[in-house]
Structure formats: C-alpha cells, structure tokens
C-alpha cells in the first residue's frame, strides 16, 4: 500500500468519522490544531484504521504523531513491518 493510498484512507475516515471538510485534510494538517482532533477522537481513528493492519496495534506508536501525514509515515511503517508476536 502506498502513502497516497494510505492518505486517502486516512482522509476518508476524517471525513466521514468526524465530518471534517475534505479540503481542510492536507498532509500538513495538524490533527489537534487544524483539525480540532481530540484525544478521544484520536483513538476512534485508530480504531478505525486498523484494518488496514494485519497486526495489533499499539497506541503508542503513535504517541508522537501531529499531522495526518505523521499518521500515514506511522502506518505506513506498521504496514512495511513484518509481523510480531
């Protein structure tokens, strides 16, 4: 899966979760400060994104996220990454 792919997926979900306007999810958008993305909502993203993982997913790997782009670099790495038990 490419980072566009996974942009768009990302987006989609922004849009259709949390009613955000498409052409305020940019790569460089700032989930809290743009996007008023919350803690809560942060993890009803995740739990949304999942999917696309064929592994468990740790909150913490997204700790230092701040942009949807950092969101995409993180699953993309998640995605790339062989599985562990």
């Given at each position: 899966?490419?980072?566009?792919?996974?942009?768009?997926?990302?987006?989609?979900?922004?849009?259709?979760?949390?009613?955000i306007?498409?052409?305020?999810?940019?790569?460089?958008?700032?989930?809290?400060?743009?996007?008023?993305?919350?803690?809560?909502?942060?993890?009803?993203?995740?739990?949304?994104?999942?999917?696309?993982?064929?592994?468990?997913?740790?909150?913490?790997?997204?700790?230092?996220?701040?942009?949807?782009?950092?969101?995409?670099?993180?699953?993309?790495?998640?995605?790339?990454?062989?599985?562990?038990?």
């Amino acid at each position: 899966m490419t980072q566009d792919e996974i942009f768009a997926r990302v987006a989609a979900v922004l849009e259709e979760t949390f009613e955000i306007a498409p052409d305020r999810i940019t790569p460089e958008a700032r989930l809290y400060d743009d996007l008023d993305i919350d803690s809560i909502d942060a993890v009803d993203l995740l739990v949304k994104l999942k999917p696309m993982l064929n592994k468990p997913l740790k909150p913490e790997q997204f700790k230092s996220v701040r942009t949807v782009q950092d969101v995409v670099q993180a699953l993309a790495q998640l995605i790339d990454s062989p599985a562990t038990a």
